[in-house]
């Protein structure tokens, strides 16, 4: 009986240990991640995108689908124009990208001068595991959301080359 009883235990916290080990490769690995984000505004019109990597690691590969508040001077049916852009660079460690949609990059575009900046929808990026991953405002995933990939219908942009901006503080990492 005291066999079973210590063996039962022994499992147990066997099982537990194993749990705790999951979680902390889970933890670790989305530690860069977790220091990846995005927000608007900023600048002289308050139109600028900032993807910003507070880790000590480069992430590579950012890109962004958002909607931004510009209408097709052509085309008055469609108010909203949705873009997608890519960087095309990396960001480097304590560094921002940063978009500024104040100047539409197409003559035919303009930007409806009653509604506010870009909402951006998703950032996705690749850590520096080769892992890609998705942010969205409310959540971090490596599972992008299928919604969010529909691009029926959607114009792509590129919003013209994005400025790289040094971070001033960088996280609890940096001294």
């Known amino acids: 009986m005291f066999t079973g009883i210590a063996t039962y235990y022994s499992a147990k916290i066997a099982s537990e240990q194993l749990q705790q080990s999951r979680d902390d490769a889970e933890k670790k690995e989305r530690a860069q991640a977790e220091q990846v984000s995005f927000y608007v505004g900023g600048g002289p019109s308050g ?14 590969s950012p890109k962004l689908l958002y909607s931004n ?3 097709n001077t052509e085309h008055s ?7 997608r852009i ?8 304590c560094s921002e ?11 035919d575009v303009a930007l ?3 509604l506010e900046g870009p909402t ?33 219908g959607m114009s792509y942009q590129m919003a013209g080359e994005p400025e790289m901006r040094r971070l001033e503080v960088c996280g609890e990492q940096a001294t």
């Open 97 to 107: 990208l940063v978009f500024d949609f104040s100047d539409p990059a197409s003559p």
């Open 86 to 93: 890519t960087g095309g660079r990396d960001v480097g460690p």
């Open 120 to 152: 951006v929808a998703l950032a996705s990026f690749t850590d520096r595991a080769g892992k890609r991953w998705y942010r969205t405002p409310t959540e971090l995933t490596t599972q992008p959301d299928r919604m969010l990939h529909n691009e029926d």
């Open 77 to 83: 049916a469609s108010p909203h124009l949705g873009y």
């Open 47 to 60: 139109r600028e995108v900032h993807i910003v990597n507070r880790s000590l690691d480069p992430i590579y």
């Open 112 to 114: 409806h001068p009653e």
């Open 69 to 71: 508040s510009a209408y």
